[in-house]
């Protein structure tokens, strides 16, 4: 019987095999053999497919896709960067920051003069005291899969999300900042609002801050998430903000401009007033 070559294959079943071969395999391994497979590999139609196999669309999706390779990329990867962000696993993954009072805490959910959370999966919280309580996580894009091109040319849209609620009978304080930094520790955007302060004999509900960062500098390599607070009657015990649920997820949306030409970068505003941290350490300054 006479070999036959692959390539001799119909190209509409080379796409259906290329469908089913892991997608870092596809751009590492097989389209670099041929014009032909740099071609098929190239084809918007084999990322609809293997976005469609993955469960990323449904058949009748009728979003725009500005590059459906680096889609399928960003809905891989796509999770909750922070570690334990639900208490599940006590202070495991966080990095205490500030420790007053009778410091951090986990406790179940409602707790005492609390309320229930609205997702029924969540089950513990975080809980401050009457002394800042601070903690954060520093996140490493590229130890998460994410290289620089992708970073930098695309710079998909940074989603994060996070929850406090304060006792019924406790007034308190929250804090959050969130900054996106560079290789070297350079802050190139920021997200921190004011602290929020919640009354005395208030409902105890659970309150959602949430943020996206877009359009942002390329050079993003970290991302500092740290949030706490106090409580505002300074009664020993635990009656400062509860915290629960927080994420940082990189989203398949890119909202952005064009990436300036790296020989002669743009000033933004924040680039201006970037400063450089000489450690990582140095990002988890208090409040």
């Not at 119909?10 to 071609?39: G, K, Y």
Request: hydrophobic share 35%.
């Amino acid at each position: 019987m006479a070999q036959v070559s692959i390539n001799e294959l119909p190209e509409n079943i080379l796409l259906e095999v290329f469908t089913h071969v892991p997608a870092r395999q596809l751009l590492l391994n097989c389209r670099p053999v041929c014009s032909l497979w740099r071609d098929l590999i190239d084809v918007v139609t084999l990322w609809k497919r293997k976005s469609l196999l993955k469960g990323f669309i449904t058949e009748d999706w009728d979003q725009p896709v500005a590059d459906w390779k680096i889609f399928f990329f960003l809905c891989s990867l796509r999770r909750n960067l922070l570690r334990n962000p639900c208490a599940e696993e006590d202070m495991t993954s966080w990095h205490i920051d500030s420790n007053e009072g009778d410091k951090w805490k986990v406790e179940s959910l409602p707790g005492a003069h609390g309320t229930d959370f609205p997702d029924s999966t969540v089950k513990k919280y975080f809980v401050t005291s009457y002394g800042m309580c601070l903690k954060s996580q520093l996140v490493d894009l590229k130890a998460e899969g994410y290289w620089e091109e992708l970073l930098d040319t695309f710079r998909p849209d940074i989603v994060v999300k996070d929850w406090f609620a304060a006792r019924a009978d406790c007034g308190c304080t929250y804090h959050i900042r969130v900054q996106l930094a560079s290789a070297d520790y350079i802050i190139l955007a920021s997200f921190e609002p004011p602290p929020v302060t919640i009354e005395q004999w208030n409902d105890a509900r659970w309150t959602e801050v949430s943020h996206t960062f877009s359009d942002y500098p390329p050079g993003v390599r970290h991302i500092l998430f740290q949030h706490g607070g106090q409580d505002t009657q300074y009664w020993a015990g635990w009656y400062g903000p509860r915290v629960t649920n927080s994420s940082i997820i990189v989203s398949h949306k890119m909202t952005r401009n064009q990436a300036p030409s790296r020989g002669q970068p743009e000033t933004t505003q924040g680039q201006e007033e970037a400063a450089h941290l000489p450690s990582p350490l140095d990002l988890h300054r208090p409040f």
